[in-house]
Every structure is written in C-alpha cells, then in structure tokens.
C-alpha cells in the first residue's frame, strides 16, 4: 500500500516537474541573433584575402534573387576562383559563391545545343555531353573552371578558327541588380549581352548559359621547332587555313626566348593511344607540379625541358578524343604550398602583324627585371563579335606567360614594374592585356587597352544605379570613373 502510495507521489512529482519546465521555458528563441562570422575569399595565388561579410551558396534562381533584393550594399560573385587579383570579391560584400549552382538543365544532341546553370565546370558538362560524342566549342586548356566565370572573362582557348567564347554563345539568363531576370543574345536586350560576357561580373549575375557544341573527334599531335621570327611565316602557311587543325599553340622557351616548339592536334582517322575518352577527376598528380617547380629553379631545369624532356616527350605518338584533351585537370600544376612562393599567369594581346615587334619587346622586359618565366604559350583568336570589353578586337595572337613570382611585398612590388612595362608595349602595338589577372595596371592603361571602357561603365551606370556588383578590378577602375561622372554618388 504504501509502496503505491509512494509511486503516485513520484508521479506526481514527475508531471509537476515537466509542467513547470514547460512553462518556464521559452521556445521562442530571443537569444542576440547569432553574428555571421566575417569570411576570406580568395584566389588560387593567396596572393588575395579578402574579407567578405556573408557567403551565399545559391541552388536555385529564386536564391539569387533574393540575396540582391533582401540586402542593400555590395554583391561580389565568384566561379572557380581561378581569377588571381580580387576579381571575385570586395571587402564587406555579400559573395555569390555559384559553385553548387550546376545542373545541366536541357542538352539537345541533335541540335547540338546544351543550357547550364552557370556555375557548373567544363569537366561536369564534359560528362553529360560525352556520351553523346559531342564538345565544348571553346574552353580555356583546363576544365575546372565554371562556365560563368569563363563568360565573365570572355575567355578562349587554343581552338584554330575560333576566339572569344562569346563566339560559341547562343544566350544567356541574367538577374539584374534590381532582382529583374532578363534574357540576352545578340538578337535579345543585346547591350547587355555584350556588357555582360566579358564584363567581369559587373553587370548582372549570369544565372543560365546556353552554348553551342560541336563533335567530339580524334585528334593526332604534331609538332615542330623553329626559331621564333619564323614562327609567323608558319603559322600562316600551315595553320591558319587548315580546317583540320582543332588545338594548337606554340611555346616560347624561356631564358632566351628565342626557339619556339609549335603543338598542334589535327582530326584523324588514325588509332587511339589513349583510349580512355576523358582524364579522371580524381587522378593524382606527383611527379607534374615537380616538373614544373624543377624547371622554374634554374635555368640548367628551363635548358632540361627544352634540350631533353619536352624532345622526349614529343617523340611519342599521340592520338586521343579531342574531349580528354580539353579535361585537363589545374591539379598537375599545383605546387605543395603557395606560401612563400606563387605561380602566376599573365597574358597579352597583339594584332597577328605584330607578332615579332612584340615578342622582341616582351623578351627584352623579361630578361631586364630577370623575372622567373617558366613558359610562354602562343595562341590564335579570331575578332570578337561585339563585347564592350573585348580584348580581341582584331585577329590577334595571345601570349600566354606562367611565371613564378615570391609573395613578398618587394616581390610583388617588381612584377609590378615588368607588368606595366609590359602593358605599355603591348599598348604601342594597339594591343590589350588581360583582366582576370594581378590588377597591376593603371586606369590609363586601362582605358587604351579596352577603348570601349566608356560604354561599359555607362552601361553598368544605368543597369546599376547603386553599384552594387563590385569586386577589386571594379573597384579600381570603375570607382575614380564614377567619381568623374557628373550627377554620381561618390563612393
Ligand atoms: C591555370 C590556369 C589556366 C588558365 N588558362 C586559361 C586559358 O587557357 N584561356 C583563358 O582565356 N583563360 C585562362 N585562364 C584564366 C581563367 O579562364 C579565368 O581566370 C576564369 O575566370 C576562370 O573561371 P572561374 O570560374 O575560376 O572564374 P572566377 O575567377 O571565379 O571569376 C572570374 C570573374 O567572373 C565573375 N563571375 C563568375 N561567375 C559569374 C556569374 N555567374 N555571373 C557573373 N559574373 C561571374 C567574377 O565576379 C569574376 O569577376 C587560366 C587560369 C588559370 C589559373
């Protein structure tokens, strides 16, 4: 009895117990907000920190929307980070990071048409569109890179009778800085299509992308040295004209810069040597960035890879997919660590008939501030269509320069000075630079390599009035513009 008695008194207790916490607990959550912990964006040099107030990882267009439309100040938007001077971010901004925004939406084989969210890579599209034995137009030589940031850039590749990738758009989707989704192509809103691609995320954030494709192929490697005055004369007459050319670039060696080794890749009939159709995303690479790191830390490895390795490496036959040779993966360049030293990339644009002035210019810049080049890779593009910012505004030869540099200030400080030399010589040759990399040059500069800056910014003025999209290079640039135009917030 009592033994009953005492368990009704504890069940008492119990229940009593549960009301009170019930009561006395607050399920509203009135605790201080939890504080958004400041975040680092950077690029793959570390040569740029910066601090961001809050990343977003937006799936979907709605997500987007309403990051702009739910906040007020700065929006910068970053791809593969592959940019190496602050082009992705700005300090206190709200960063768009589009990585996990990458669904294939729609892939016509027949039509040779697929459409993207913009922040998939080249390697994941390579995996849908290869079954279907169909390319990418044009890509950069790597394919980790976000289609986004490769239309922000208006890159290209070392694809013969191509040029801008802007030349392989069909349309893209924008969402403007007021939360407004527009489509453009050079049919539709066409002013913006040629400010967006090419525009360095200052325009709109590139929501959806829908590119042409053309066939995956076999292509055979063939190779030649020469000397570099004669490499003008051979391009012309073996390369240029010839529709069976897919990829080709020629290297200038480094310290002397006066051979050149030409590398191209013609469709074939021939077998493969390399049956696999892409390079695997998960392969490792050991001996590569050694490679690398050995010839840029003396010129006895630049002498090495010119007289024995590159000799050796191109007496093998090669026939492959043209898609495993557009799936190289950045990784067989990655060195063990950036902290002391950092490998950089640089590139200039000259009209083709200025090909020898410029390289001679070029080497002699080098060879003055002793500067740590590992290669120079020459390219050919053909006009751009019609982007405001475009860096092929004729037929021109691009020069590709990889270069070691120490990340010290005084390091930084001395590339500095080559980088401007540099601009100023390709600037002579009514020729550009290119904007994705260390933001070394001056506004003038600036000006004289993208004549068409003027349109850019007015257009950027009105698509959006309260500067919101901004990043390093539009801080630089677009900020002491704004500041000159009359009626203009000064910010
Ligand atoms: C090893 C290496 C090799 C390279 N080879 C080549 C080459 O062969 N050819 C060539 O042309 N370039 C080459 N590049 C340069 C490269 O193409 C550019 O840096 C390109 O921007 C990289 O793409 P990403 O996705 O990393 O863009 P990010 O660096 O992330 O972004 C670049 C710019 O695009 C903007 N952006 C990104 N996504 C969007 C979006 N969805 N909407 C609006 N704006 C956006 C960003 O704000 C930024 O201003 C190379 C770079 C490296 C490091």
Redesign the pocket.
Known sequence: MIKVFFKIIASFLLLLGLLVTYIFIDFDDNSPPKKEQPTIVN??TQLNPIEVTRVIQPTSIKEIVEAIKSSSGAI?????????GG??AYPDSIHLD?RSFNKVLAFDATKKQVTVQ??ITWRDLQEVIDPENLSIKIM???AN??V???L??N???RYIGEGPIIRSVESIKLIKANGEIVNASPAENSTLFYG?IGG??GI????EVTLNLVANVKVKRYTEKMNVQNYKAYFSDNIRHDQNVIFHNADIYPPNFTEIRSVSWLNTDDTLTVEQRLISQNKEYTWQPKVAEFVADSNFGKWMRQHVLEPTLYSFDAVQWRNYEASYD?NE?EPSNRATKTYA?REYFVPVESFDSFAVKMADIFKKHQANIINVSIRHALPDSGSLLAWAKTEVFAF?VYYRQETSEAAQQEVKLWSREIIDAVIEENGAYYL?YQLHATTKQFIKAYPRSDEFFELKRKVDPDYRFR?K?WQQHYEANNKQHDGLADE
């Not at 910068?76 to 190496?84: L, M, V």
């Not at 709109?204 to 929501?207: G, Q």
């Open positions: 690029d793959i910068s938007i970053g791809g593969g980070r592959f940019s190496q082009q992705i589009m913009s922040g950069q030589t790597y890179f976000t986004g940031g490769s922000s850039v890159v290209h590749g967006a360095y995320g709109a954030v590139i929501s950045v360049l990339l590709v994705p990043n290079l």
